[in-house]
């Protein structure tokens, strides 16, 4: 059973992130998945998203101009060995580096 949601709301970091993670996958090519480490979790947008709630049936947030999925970190120990196997190549943006 698939789960949607949708909401309104677009702060300007989710933005920044959003247009970052769009331009890391132009670079790198369409079988990067970027993640975005956000507290506790992580987070993805567009189809780094679909990627991850196709293979993993995460919860997936539909809005008029992005995708998004999160998942927790101690999930990561299954769906980035199953992401790697699936061919995709991973790209973690961590705290430290969120100076888009």
Same mark, same amino acid.
């Given at each position: 059973?698939?789960?949607?949601?949708?909401? *309104?709301?677009?702060?300007?970091?989710?933005?920044?992130?959003?247009?970052?993670?769009?331009?890391?996958?132009?670079? *790198?090519?369409?079988?990067?998945?970027?993640?975005?480490?956000?507290?506790?979790?992580?987070?993805?947008?567009?189809?780094?998203?679909? %990627? %991850?709630?196709?293979?993993?049936?995460?919860?997936?947030?539909?809005?008029?101009?992005?995708?998004?999925?999160?998942?927790?970190?101690?999930?990561?120990?299954? %769906?980035?060995?199953?992401?790697?196997?699936?061919?995709?190549?991973?790209? %973690?943006?961590?705290?430290?580096?969120?100076?888009?």
């Amino acid at each position: 059973m698939e789960t949607k949601a949708t909401f *309104n709301v677009q702060p300007s970091d989710m933005q920044k992130r959003i247009a970052y993670a769009r331009q890391l996958r132009n670079d *790198n090519g369409q079988s990067t998945i970027v993640l975005f480490e956000i507290g506790k979790t992580y987070e993805a947008y567009d189809e780094s998203a679909e %990627i %991850i709630h196709q293979y993993c049936h995460t919860f997936i947030v539909y809005e008029k101009t992005f995708t998004f999925t999160d998942f927790k970190m101690k999930c990561e120990d299954w %769906i980035f060995p199953l992401l790697i196997k699936k061919g995709y190549k991973l790209a %973690i943006i961590t705290k430290e580096f969120m100076n888009y």
